[in-house]
């Protein structure tokens, strides 16, 4: 007896799935941590809005500097984690096609992917080699590693399939 095993309609739709798919991986939520991420990836300075003003920076012993303006450099951690890693996300995705091709489902290797996207990020983050924190942020904070205070910001990073 001969079994028709035609799989080459089950192999287009999963090529068509993951063609259709994007994989996003950053901070994902906006108030307060969305603006911190943006502050650091791109940097910023922040100036007293009154005339003749400052910005009060709450110290440790519970008194407060004075400042006109703060300037926070750079610190692009997700544009440093796509150079530096988009072609190993390149080849993941390839992987996935040839899985795809051999009749495997799609979505593991999504998941798979948007996983690997934020290690990278966050191993970016550990390691990228930031301008330090400023002697005031290191008094206030106990520390002169950018990004990995309290563990906030890159407990933030995640990603979304769709």
Do not use: C
Not at 70 to 99: C, G, Y
Not at 106 to 127: D, E, P
Request: aromatic fraction near 6%.
């Amino acid at each position: 007896m001969i079994k028709d095993t035609n799989n080459l309609p089950k192999i287009i739709d999963n090529l068509n799935s993951f063609n259709h798919t994007v994989i996003y991986a950053g901070v994902k939520s906006g108030g307060k941590i969305g603006m911190i991420a943006h502050v650091q990836e791109y940097g910023a300075t922040i100036t007293a809005k009154q005339v003749g003003g400052y910005l009060m920076v709450p110290m440790p012993d519970g008194s407060f500097r004075k400042l006109k303006q703060v300037t926070i450099p750079a610190r692009p951690f997700i544009q440093m984690s796509v150079i530096e890693h988009s072609n190993q996300w390149k080849d993941k995705a390839a992987d996935a096609l040839q899985a795809i091709i051999h009749g495997e489902s799609a979505g593991s290797y999504k998941q798979g992917i948007a996983k690997l996207m934020v290690q990278n990020i966050k191993q970016t983050m550990r390691t990228g080699g930031f301008a330090a924190n400023a002697p005031l942020t290191v008094a206030r904070k106990g520390g002169s590693t950018p990004l990995l205070d309290k563990g906030t910001l890159i407990g933030s990073i995640d990603s979304e399939v769709h």
